[in-house]
């Protein structure tokens, strides 16, 4: 494993080489680590779900909304309320339109998406040009880290590149809503 702090001039380059190599990626985000790799990785994206002990989608994260937009089906009476959700740094589930995403990351022809409130990671989304994977790091069941020093010991064989912002203090995972027709829930 390959780590680096966010505050190097060369983490953007080195993290932008990462997913250009199929690589698995630890980064800090506005509310705990994230791990990720390309959404097209479908090796990358196994090796996560085995790193968790878990088949599960996962969500994206990207670096505007008007990115993914022309891809997510969503109702006009909705949006504002959507609106508020991603300005927020929260999660939406949400119906996408046919081929957008990768299957591997999706159920039921339905994306998580979340916009994050982070400006290395709006800078090396919106260099990358694409949204990338994104679930805490943490095996399923278990609270996520939030210490680099305590990511690197329990998982630092099995990533690839370790974005090193710190401990974060205090934090929990985003919000999750979901987005069914006209309803919307809060499911975290």
């Given at each position: 494993?390959k780590r680096i702090s966010i505050d190097h001039p ?179």
């Open positions: 494993m060369d983490a953007i380059n080195v993290a932008l080489l990462a997913l250009q190599q199929n690589q698995v990626i630890v980064y800090p985000t506005d509310t705990i680590y994230g791990i990720g790799t390309d959404i097209d990785n479908d090796s990358g994206i196994q090796k996560i779900n085995h790193l968790k002990k878990r088949e599960a989608p996962m969500s994206i994260i990207a670096h505007s909304f008007d990115s993914i937009a022309s891809k997510l089906i969503i109702s006009n009476p909705l949006q504002n309320q959507m609106n508020a959700i991603i300005d927020n740094g929260n999660t939406c589930i949400i119906k996408y339109k046919p081929r957008s995403f990768n299957n591997l990351i999706a159920k039921d022809n339905k994306i998580g998406f979340r916009i994050p409130n982070y400006p290395f990671l709006i800078t090396l989304l919106s260099e990358w040009g694409k949204p990338i994977t994104t679930t805490s790091i943490n095996t399923a069941g278990q609270q996520p880290l939030n210490d680099p020093d305590k990511i690197e010991a329990e998982f630092g064989d099995k990533i690839d590149l370790m974005l090193d912002g710190g401990i974060i203090k205090n934090k929990s995972a985003s919000k999750i809503y979901m987005f069914d027709k006209d309803n919307i829930s809060q499911i975290r």
